[in-house]
């Protein structure tokens, strides 16, 4: 019963950042800021356990999440063979143009945060 509660925390959060950020037209997507919330409610103990008890739950389960991808995979093989080497250096350039952009983003605060 307690990981019902927890997950009932979660999608509330989640439903909580939707509607902020539509009702306040924030550029943040809704779940970013039901999880920015959920961090500041995790203090409590009556969130903190139930929400622990879901996440266990979900993290013991994860491989299932990855079942459709499988599938997906398998069924567009062709596709893959046909642009899988454009696909990797797209995955790789847009991994790396995303750490260098997450590398001076942090770079700029720290340096902020020193003066």
Known sequence: ????????????????????????????????????????ALRAPMVREPVALCANFLLSNLSLLFVPVGVGVMTHLGLISQYGVRMLIVIVVSTWIGLAVTALALQLFKDKSDV
Do not use: D, K, T
């Open 1 to 40: 019963m307690n990981g019902l509660r927890g997950l009932a925390w979660l999608l509330g959060f989640q439903s909580i950042g939707e509607l902020l950020a539509r009702g306040l037209s924030l550029p943040f997507p809704g779940p970013v800021i039901g999880m920015l919330l959920l961090l500041f």
